[in-house]
């Protein structure tokens, strides 16, 4: 992002028809405007794998890739904003996960960001960079604090935490709707359904591997594990359940499932933030990293409606692209 003050911003959208400029949405399979957007990226850019643009970009409705064009058709800028649908005590809300910001002329940023917060009831980055955390603290967004990156060397030193419930794991192909939890102890979750999971964490895609676990507690459904089977890491993608002990419980033997050959020497990739997961999920071998991930949300119509607690939430690393990175499965790049 460029450093320019939220006046700037707001003169440089109005300014923009006169300029003749426009935003429009990238398209699917448009291979010969993709090739120009991923001029002078590094070979590790998610633009630059099309099946990847294609299936997070193009035909869905929740993630788009917009561009800031000229009167040529050249992009000045880029942002694209998965809008993600969260559960709160006050309601439920949109956050809009930004990625690929890039602003390709001066002036550029401001449009793309206020564009940004069109889309949805708040921004929300999660990860990001130092420039990046300048600048969104002096447009003062909200920092919630108590993120924590949690990481297990290798998955075959996995423990078992004699006080979690017994579980079993049945492996699915697609979400249905008894998958999705009835009932929530938190107060903070992504709560989406069937249809935008099977789309974000779809078990047949190309370019990455997902696989999804229903847990299973007594003989009934108590909730989801997607892991992220990336070529060196075994990450724990996205979960959702009806007791905390229950769900971590379903985390641990996915991940005993899954740990299959070499895949026992792996390292497992995860954060927490609910603080009797943390316990548990420490007590199984994972150990916390120094630095918290940083969980920012704009508030442009005030403060957010989120509860200020992070003990209280359920977060998953895979949001956004966070998981959607460098190196994917098998696949050409531009």
């Known amino acids: 992002m460029s450093q320019t003050t939220t006046a700037q911003f707001v003169a440089e959208r109005r300014a923009a028809p006169a300029q003749g400029l426009r ?13 120009r957007l991923c001029a002078g990226l590094g070979d ?26 000229d009167d040529r058709d050249e992009a000045l800028g ?15 809300i949109t956050l809009g996960f930004g990625t690929n ?14 564009h940004w917060l069109a889309q949805c009831d708040s921004g ?61 102890p938190f107060a903070f979750r992504l709560a989406p359904n069937c249809d935008y999971l099977n789309w974000r964490y779809g078990t047949a895609l190309p370019f990455v591997r997902y696989r999804l676990f229903r847990i299973l507690c007594d003989s009934r459904t108590a909730g ?23 769900l971590t419980a379903g985390i641990l033997e996915a991940i005993r499932t899954a740990a299959e050959g070499d895949r026992q020497r792996q ?3 995860m954060v927490a933030s609910h603080t009797p997961m943390i316990d548990a999920l420490c007590r199984a071998g994972f150990r916390g990293h120094p630095d918290e991930r940083p969980f920012i949300v704009s508030g442009r119509n005030g403060p957010p409606r989120i509860p200020a607690d992070t003990g209280t939430w359920l977060v998953n690393l895979d949001w956004g692209d966070n998981g959607l990175r460098y190196p994917f499965l098998g696949q050409p790049h531009l």
Request: aromatic share 10%; with cysteine; glycine share 6%.
């Open 23 to 35: 935003m429009v949405p990238f398209e699917r399979n448009d291979r010969d405007r993709l090739t």
């Open 44 to 69: 590790h850019a998610n633009l630059r794998f099309p099946d990847f643009v294609d299936h997070y970009y193009a035909g869905n409705e929740w993630c788009r890739l917009h561009m800031l064009l």
């Open 78 to 92: 880029l942002i694209g904003v998965e809008r993600m649908p969260f559960a709160t005590p006050n309601g439920p």
């Open 101 to 114: 910001y890039r602003a390709y002329q001066p002036g550029a940023g401001g449009i793309m960001l206020l």
């Open 124 to 184: 929300l980055v999660f990860g990001g960079n130092d420039l990046t955390h300048r600048i969104l603290k002096q447009q003062k967004w909200t920092w919630y604090p108590g993120i924590r990156q949690l990481r297990l060397d290798e998955a075959r030193r996995l423990r078992r935490v004699p006080d979690l419930p017994p579980v079993q794991l049945r492996e699915e192909s697609e979400f249905t709707t008894d998958l999705l939890p009835s009932r929530s």
């Open 224 to 246: 989801y594990v997607v892991l992220n089977l990336k070529l060196d890491l075994l990450l724990v993608a996205q979960c959702d359940g009806d007791a905390p002990q229950t």
């Open 267 to 269: 390292p497992v990739s």
